[in-house]
T-cell receptor, first 112, second 111 residues
């Protein structure tokens, strides 16, 4: 049972490039989330999904897009990467109300 | 919007009990209180969750007073491997946009 798997683990981009981060969970969870964590700070919610085919904005959604075409996958896209998006990105999932979130080990993204 | 306040850092020695208090004055009726642990280069890991009174599991206890405006995570007999950042989280899972992690408490355990 892998839990929450994020790919890639590391990536370096140039300003203006695009990329997609993949999150996959094998726990049949309904809810999935994307967070970013900057040095010395807590996690900030970017986007989330409460089920297949649905997405919603979190605290810091600007510059990102997401898709949840399959229940087990949640994709985070950067259409035109900016240096301010250099961060560690975490994906999480949960079964639902009152249930704890299960996190992946993160994707470290650097944008030059 | 329930916001939490925790100490920025705490120090302890191996074998001691550590209590980390979180303030959440604006907690709503349907909010749960959840604590996570995060090691460097890893995602947060669930420790314990509660709604009121006391909850205990194999790694920690969570004390919640009647007014629920604060909570205390208690780690019994800490070891060096408990050195990590601990986050207090307040909210209802299905209202995810209202979940705020905050900056957490950095616990350093010394030998």
């Amino acid at each position: 049972n892998a839990g929450v798997t994020q790919t890639p683990k590391f990536r370096v981009l140039k300003t203006g490039q695009s990329m997609t981060l993949l999150c996959a969970q094998d726990m049949n969870h309904e809810y999935m989330y994307w967070y970013r964590q900057d040095p010395g700070m807590g996690l900030r919610l970017i986007h989330y999904s409460v089920g297949e085919g649905t997405t919603a904005k979190g605290e810091v959604p600007d510059g990102y897009n997401v898709s949840r075409l399959k229940k087990q996958n949640f994709l985070l896209g950067l259409e035109s990467a900016a240096p301010s998006q250099t961060s560690v990105y975490f994906c999480a999932s949960t079964a639902g109300r009152g249930q704890p979130q299960h996190f992946g080990d993160g994707t470290r993204l650097s944008i030059l | 919007l329930a916001k939490t306040t925790q100490p920025i850092s705490m120090d302890s020695y191996e074998g001691q009990e550590v209590n980390i208090t979180c303030s959440h004055n604006n907690i709503a009726t349907n909010d749960y209180i959840t604590w996570y642990q995060q090691f460097p280069s890893q995602g947060p890991r669930f420790i314990i969750q509660g709604y009121k009174t006391k909850v205990t599991n194999e790694v920690a206890s969570l004390f919640i007073p009647a007014d629920r405006k604060s909570s205390t995570l208690s780690l019994p007999r800490v070891s060096l491997s408990d050195t990590a950042v601990y986050y207090c989280l307040v909210g209802v899972i299905y209202n995810t946009d209202k979940l705020i992690f905050g900056t957490g408490t950095r616990l350093q355990v010394f030998p």
